[in-house]
């Protein structure tokens, strides 16, 4: 309202669609506070794409001309659907907030998500203490252990020893290198607030 240009990223598609309704309605964020603001003061140009809208013939031209389709709209909001491809680089926005709920991405894919905007303007952001549906696994031997148990071999052929009748992958190697991956994204997400500290730390620092 103070006429700024202004981007928000998130890794939840429901904040994301709820600060949507809040902006193009005139209502707060609170659900029990239901009054719209008058008609004149609801002048904002909104723009938000999340998985639901993605695929849409209009996002899909406004994401192949977004340095000259941003200078039309007031707020962006976007969530991880906004392929990582996706550069800014024109001038437009006052500044970047971000709202992490430490649910689905490690912290170089949040800073991967606020820089989508190159130009240098004030970030503002907002990181879960803690994950809301509690810490997920970060045990590499863990993870494969479920993995095998559960049979949710995806890019692995699974493979029976006939002595033990234990369950392994053809490319055993390769399983035991994604659950490395997966257990320090794992770990990434469940201190989400302590390693994009740590990044931006870094960042500055060079």
Not at 130 to 143: D, K, L, Q, S, V
Request: proline share 4%; net charge negative.
């Amino acid at each position: 309202m103070s006429g700024q240009k202004l981007m928000m990223v998130s890794d939840s598609k429901r904040f994301i669609k709820k600060l949507e309704r809040a902006l193009n309605d005139g209502t707060s964020m609170d659900d029990s506070d239901e009054t719209p603001e008058p008609s004149e003061d609801r002048q904002l140009r909104v723009w938000a794409i999340h998985s639901e809208n993605s695929g849409s013939e209009e996002n899909v031209i406004f994401i192949r001309e977004i340095n000259i389709a941003i200078e039309t709209v007031d707020a962006f909001l976007i969530t991880p659907s906004l392929g990582t491809g996706v550069d800014i680089c024109t001038p437009h926005f006052d500044a970047v907030f971000g709202v992490f709920h430490a649910v689905s991405q490690s912290a170089t894919e949040c800073a991967q998500q606020l820089w989508r905007n190159r130009p240098n303007v004030p970030m503002h952001i907002w990181v879960a203490p803690r994950p809301p549906f509690g810490y997920a696994e970060t045990n590499a031997r863990r993870i494969k252990e479920k993995i095998l148990q559960t049979n949710e071999m995806t890019a692995f052929l699974i493979r029976i020893n006939r002595e033990t009748g234990k369950r392994g992958a053809e490319k055993d190697w390769a399983l035991d290198a994604s659950c490395q991956i997966e257990g320090q994204r794992n770990w990434s997400i469940n201190n989400l607030r302590f390693d994009l500290r740590s990044l931006f730390s870094e960042y500055l620092e060079t």
